[in-house]
């Protein structure tokens, strides 16, 4: 939604002029923005693109220009170029050294790769038709959510050689998902789609190391299945070729990867686990777990961290896994810094009682469509491990709670299924991203929040800060004195402001710093 | 150096002044008082200019007129208004001194209502305005080798004024946009479904091509005027050449030496640390802004392109000219005067708000050692004034991003303000303030500035 924000201002921008009686140059120009976002290396904003029509050249082509600029929005290279008019531009990304864009062309279900050098110029080009199948599956699912988070995208840059591109995909009977690799270095490019026959297959990427492109897999036996198996899938970065697909979970525990980093030379896998009997959907983990796998994927040595016995000396943790007034935890992300601590980045939320729900079931004879039970999203938690994946530290972080009302019959599910549905059905959690720093050295975390205080009514931008071991917190109000005011991404640390003065016809853009 | 320019300045001026003038001055040291009488004087004079343009213009395309006229007296009229006109005495007159050298002897300047004017702004340019009011920016001045080449940059902006340019280019411009070929190609492009944006663009770039080449016309017709002026004072003919060479490289000179900054920053109690100013990962990190460019694409892209044609257009008359003096007034405060104007642009940069460039100048002060208490003071004062802004997350508005056509040492610094943290501002700061407290100690201000970075570091 930012992102449209972002294009609203630029087009404002230039249709400041279309009020002249005469004819002029400006208010002939007709210009329409159909993308733009921030292009990153990993998590940090080095720069960012707009691209628009510039011209319809007749009624299936249009002219392109791709603007890109750095990450203090100074133009670095127009790109002008023709093609259908149904081209937009999906993702982006940048490996230190090069630059690719994935155009998708929807009448004609053709992705197109185009990897851009160091020197400017367009090196490869890399082609892919999606049949009718996938195209509906990725209508749900890769195409349907459009958020800060950029759920379901995928385009991750290996430093200096290339990109891993992962997505749905259909296969036979299975929807399954597709993993390319597109080279920067010269052209070439792999392919690996994984079958099962007839089951559901989710795909996540962890990381790339030593060779090694590091995927969590999970396959679901149907649609309700709530106990989908767990693999780790181990990738060769050169051919492709499945090195390994190891199931993750032991006789003690289901494990699911979150994340991976790599602490003195081996891949670490951190993520929540599970009874082994239990259902992901529904139960409680029952803590983190930190598994240290080799390049063959196997385990060499584990670490589990559970909520009853570790956390509680630092929480308030119920044997439901609640902690007291924060309720449950969602966990949002999870970062290695370059000591080797570790943090978990999570939210709260918890079922209360819905005084609407409840008054619109009496009046209606329990037929109001609202639960008598909604969800409070409340406080914001960081969840500190040592390098030996001890836990030492927890702290909450206040902010005003939230609510978020639920349709009719939602109000049986459980409080660890019903995070899921914050999350991803109705998008009502506060945070919005983490961004780290190259070398690992410094985090941050940010957050939406509303204050109702004395001296200022208004939503807030909030950020926790983690740099070469202390943490801060920092809180931008945005409401301002401008029309709108928008905070998007900027670089590792700061933010982009964009203030919207509709009187003046002004946007001012600047960057600030989280402290 | 060109009035046809005066528009883009005038937005450039426009970005400047949009930034909150609010002045918590320190007795940092006896900056120039300017004479307030004088400048007011001259704001009037502006404002009747602009009411008899306004009567001059015919009922065709009045509306036309009076929105360029509106714009163009909005920001001269700013101009006077501001504290960057230097109009303190000592600076001032020098520089009539100098005018009345070149209108004493040149019976087409008699009667001139031209008011000529150092200004505060940093950037390298002299600027006629249209109606009368000429600068000549201290950025510019301070590049100056003699006296000879201010009267000759003064000689240019005159002509500019004598010949016209300002009102020929405006008349120009509002005939153009009424003109019935011109209405009638905008229309026939707005109907065009298919390839209008291409048509646009062409359109466009005839038009402004038309707009260039009478820019640069109206250059070679103001240096050959200038040359004319000139020649009758008896300053030196070569200080043109000298002048247009010095025009040519401006953007890749420095009056002072690179900024040091690991050395400038750096103490015992607050090492200077690498990781503020070290390189990153960039998009498109090899393309050279310049390198796919010809040479003549590369000068235009200069601050004052066209120097070395200028030069070749006047080289016969400057090459058979003989004798002139270098200085005709006074060489000793001409040397004195860059000093102090250098002072009064890192001022004006403060007062408004641009603390970037301030801390930029304030510190190339103290490295060359020249005025070392008042680059202190100031590097102390902008420091604490930083940190404010940071805390309260308005920096963005107070400070450059780099920038290409900026100086390398001077993006670094940006780069440093960029990444240095707020904690780090005030360890680096409270540590710069106590290396220099001894020798500060009896500076007006300056124990101020110590206590606000201590209490800043013990936040």
Redesign the interface.
Known sequence: MKQRVLAAGLIALTTLCVQAQKLTIENVQKVALRNSDAIKEGTEVKGYYFFYVSDKIDKRTNEYTLQITDNNLKKLKDIKFQDSKDVTILESSFNGTDLIFLFYNEDARTFEYQVYGADGKKKHVYNRELTKKEKRYLAMSYLAVDDEEQTYKGLYPIEGRGFISNMPSREDRDYTFQVDYFSSEKRKQWTFTPTEGGKKLIGDYLGTYNGVVYFEVLKYGGAFDGKPDSYLLGLDLETGRQLFENPTDNAKYRFYPASMSVVSGKAVIFGEYYDPNGNVAKDKSLGFAFIMVDEKGKVVGEKYCSWDLEMGKYLDVSSKGKIADFGYMFVHNIIQTADGSVFAIGEGYKKVASGLGIAANILTGGRGGIASIKIKVTDMILLKFDKDFNIKEAKIYDKNSNSVELPNGYGTVSGPLLGKMVKYTFGEFDYSYSQVNKDNTSFTVCYSDYERGKNYKGGTFNSITYNEGKITTDKIQTKSDASRTAVLPGKQGQVLIMDYYRKAKRLDVHFEKLN | MRTVRANLILCLLLCVIHLPVIAQLQPVYSFQQDDTVLRKNYYDQTIKKKELLLASVGKEYAKDYKAIYDDQFKEIGGFWKSSRAVTSPGIYNYLQSVVQNIISVNPELKGTDARIVFTRDWWPNAVSMGDGSVAINAGLFIFMSSEAELAFIICHELAHYYLGHTPEKIKKYVET??SDAY?AE??R??KT??????Q?EA??KS?AFGSHRHSRESEAAADKQAYLFLKRTGYDIGAIRSALEMLDRIDDTSVYKPLNLAQVFNTKEYPFRKKWIEK????????NDNSSFTAQEKDSLKTHPDCTKRIALLADSINAATGGKKFMVNENLFSQLKKDLFLEITEECYRAKNLSRNLYYSLLLLQAEENKDIAVYSIARCLNDLFDK??N?????AVD????SFPEDYNLLLRML?RI???EMAGLNYAFCNEHAAVMKDFPGFDKELIKAKKSKDQ
């Open positions: 946009i009424n209405q905008l229309k492009i707005a479904t298919y390839g209008a944006g291409g646009l359109f466009a038009t990153e990962s960039a998009i498109f990190a090899q393309v940071q805390k997350h308005k920096l963005g508005t991003t780099e920038s290409k960029e943290r707020l904690d």
